[in-house]
């Protein structure tokens, strides 16, 4: 009978922590997610740079192309356009 009290004290233990660890993970999903979708904001805007240096730099000083990546990266209306929160003009 003992044994089986130990077995179950352990079963329940053993289950509060999975359901705390399950807790921890739901509740940092939507961190995560957001996290992934900078990241991939991060990698597409590296692209542009990129792009843009390669293809114009007669056109286009580095500076300028910094210039133009901190703007669309850091001007909350910027971003809000990119989310889809302000409507563009047609």
């Known amino acids: 009978m003992r044994r089986f009290s130990k077995e179950c004290a352990e079963r329940r233990r053993l289950q509060a922590t999975i359901d705390g660890m ?3 993970l739901e509740q940092r999903a939507p961190l995560l997610s957001e996290q992934r979708a900078e990241y991939e904001r991060a990698v ?3 692209g542009e740079m ?3 240096l ?3 730099p007669a ?3 580095p500076r300028h192309v910094i ?3 901190f703007f669309t990266r850091f001007d909350p209306l ?3 356009k990119l989310r889809g ?3 563009t003009p047609s």
Do not use: D, T
Request: proline share 0%; hydrophobic share 30%.
């Open 22 to 24: 399950i807790s921890e």
């Open 44 to 46: 597409s805007a590296h």
């Open 50 to 52: 990129r792009l843009r």
């Open 54 to 56: 390669e293809v114009g």
């Open 59 to 61: 056109n286009h000083s």
């Open 67 to 69: 210039g133009c990546w």
């Open 78 to 80: 910027y971003q809000k």
């Open 85 to 87: 929160q302000i409507a």
